[in-house]
């Protein structure tokens, strides 16, 4: 009996680590504030070089190396319009989450997007440092690290909720991570040509090492913005004519990716779901973490 007993809990407690469908909605809800506050902190901070909404961190405290994007007129729209979204998303969910919503965990700004690029890049990084808020391509690429992750974790947290109305919440918030999403691979797939300097990398092909950190630390699940029919850096200029687009990333229906919390941890922790790092240098709030 006593080691039935303890083979139950042991496997009740490996089900609370793995299966996020013994979490509660506010677990969920309390892991998604958590990305709400890198979102909604990171685009104020590039659109406007401040944090409005400082009530909104609950106590947290505020990102770390967060400033204006140095961003062309179009694009500070889309920064002004994902900064409003990610505000709304997160006053929201800190309003069905009510007492329980845990207050923003501390975030990198600044140290986690190079760590991150020189993962994705390897030796290709070389010395070179990344800063989202040096022009256009730069904190557009930032913006797609974090939108299809976004997406891909609402998608997970759908099924896990209990009830119509949490789930309609959590697939709403993910259909507008997806719309972003789709934006930006838009942009970037429209820019493929630029060059990212000063890694001498053509846009194209930065995104694909991007997805392919993120499906390599995130359960897969990831695609590039093109249909790889050739080797990126060969074309040149005139690149976009040997690729075809692959706006919507998605699995073999057509149906978005849906990540577990433990995907999408190992990439906002820059590697590993149990090594706090990267955007939370020391870990999410909540029990989901
Ligand atoms: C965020 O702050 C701005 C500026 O003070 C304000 O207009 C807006 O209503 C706030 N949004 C939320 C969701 O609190
Ligand atoms: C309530 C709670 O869990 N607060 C923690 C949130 O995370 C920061 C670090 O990121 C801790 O300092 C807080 O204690």
Known sequence: MTSFRVLVAIVAGLALITVPAKADNNDVFNFAINLECLESQFYQYAAYGEFRNASLLAGGPPAQ??????????????????????????????????AAAVPCPQIDLVNSFPAVIKAALGSR???????????DVNFLLSAFLFEDVGATAFAGAVPVLVGGVAQGAAAGIGGVEAYHGGLLRQW???????????????????????????AKVGGGKDEGITI??????????????FFQAN???????????????????????GGNANQPGGFFPAGLNGSIK
């Not at 994007?69 to 069905?96: C, M, N, P, W, Y």
């Not at 990084?125 to 022009?135: I, Q, R």
């Open 125 to 135: 990084a070389g010395n070179s440092n990344f800063s989202p808020y040096d022009n």
């Open 228 to 241: 790889p029919a050739a080797d990126a850096s060969f074309y040149g200029p005139d690149i976009l004519e």
């Open 247 to 269: 706006i919507v990333p998605a699995d073999s229906d057509a149906k978005i990716f849906a990540r577990t919390p433990q995907e999408v941890l190992a990439i906002v922790y």
């Open 65 to 98: 190396g967060g400033k204006k994007a140095l961003l062309s007129a179009g694009v500070q729209t889309i920064a002004a319009e994902f900064a409003r979204d990610e505000t709304a998303h997160l006053a929201f969910l800190r309003k069905v989450a009510g």
């Open 188 to 214: 970037l797939f429209e820019n493929g040509d630029i060059i990212v300097q000063p890694f001498g990398i053509q846009v194209v092909s930065f995104v694909q090492a991007l997805s392919d950190l993120r």
